[in-house]
């Protein structure tokens, strides 16, 4: 069997929406490195008492590399967990190109991203045709740098499904843009620490964004999804109108 650092996503907080594969890879690790800020301990509470739980979210980049690479090569079974979904605001290309020029593969599980837990909550369908057919996520400013051409003023002019991670610091501003384009009263779900026992979730208007985030203190691990899908509905798809053949369905 070849031998891999699985990178797997652990999903937004509730253990209960780990997958299957997750649980068994965890189930089985020898050395685990998860990312404790955002990840509860319940789901590090399912592995083996012997395996070894290292906390990174005080480690800087090399510090979690070096560990990685020493625990891999000591033949132990590693594994890396990231909250979400990977692929997400998750920064493991970085950490996958180190482990590469280790020549040591790589391998992602995916895991349930925020938002959808999010839009989960609300009953929530993103995209409802002829109102909307695209969610874009996405981030209002920070730290990272963020390319001109997907500046908050260029995403929204497409009015579609929006939904901004890392954002809760900037939401003033963010709320200012999004209002040159989509209605004030443009539903908004905001969710904080989502499916964590301490977590909720709330609809409000978009004109209200900025006052509401402001009373609750939200700083982080807060999502929001701008649509006009929300609370809007217009007509059914065409999926199981009995007029509209396809594959499966053919009169
Ligand atoms: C570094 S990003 C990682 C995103 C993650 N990979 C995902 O797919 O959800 C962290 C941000 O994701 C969002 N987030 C992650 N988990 C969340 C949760 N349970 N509730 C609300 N927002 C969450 C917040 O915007 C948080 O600041």
Redesign the pocket.
């Known amino acids: 069997m070849v031998r891999k650092i699985l990178f797997i996503?652990v999903g937004?907080?509730d253990p209960d929406l780990l997958t299957i594969k997750a649980m068994k890879e965890i189930k089985s690790s020898e050395v685990i490195f998860w990312a404790d800020s955002?990840i509860p301990e319940k789901i590090i509470n399912f592995a083996n008492k012997n395996s070894e739980k290292i906390r990174t979210s005080s480690l800087n980049l090399n510090e979690i590399m070096q560990k990685m690479i020493e625990k891999y090569k000591e033949g132990k079974k590693v594994i890396r967990l990231?909250?979400?979904?990977?692929c997400?605001?998750?920064a493991i290309t970085e950490q996958i190109e180190i482990l590469r020029q280790e020549n040591i593969r790589v391998e992602v599980i995916p895991?349930i991203?925020?938002?959808q837990?999010?839009a989960s909550y609300h009953q929530a369908e993103l995209t409802i045709p002829d109102i909307t057919q695209t969610i874009i996520l996405s981030r209002a400013g920070g730290r990272t740098g963020m390319p001109e051409r997907e500046s908050l003023k260029n995403l929204a002019q497409h009015k579609s499904s929006l939904c901004l991670?890392?954002?809760a610091r900037h939401i003033k501003e963010a709320e200012k843009t999004l209002l040159e384009f989509y209605s004030p009263n443009t539903k908004v779900i905001v969710?904080?620490?989502?499916?964590?026992e301490d977590?909720w979730t709330s609809l409000i208007n978009l004109k209200d964004m900025q006052k509401f985030s402001k009373e609750k203190k939200l700083i982080?691990?807060?999502?929001y999804i701008v649509s006009p899908a929300l609370g809007n509905f217009i007509k059914p798809s065409n999926l199981y109108d009995p007029n509209y053949n396809h594959l499966f369905r053919m009169s």
Do not use: E, K, N
């Open positions: 996503g937004p907080g955002l990231h909250d979400g979904d990977p997400l605001f998750g895991g991203s925020a938002f837990v999010t991670y890392l954002s969710g904080y620490r989502v499916s964590w977590g982080r691990t807060t999502i």
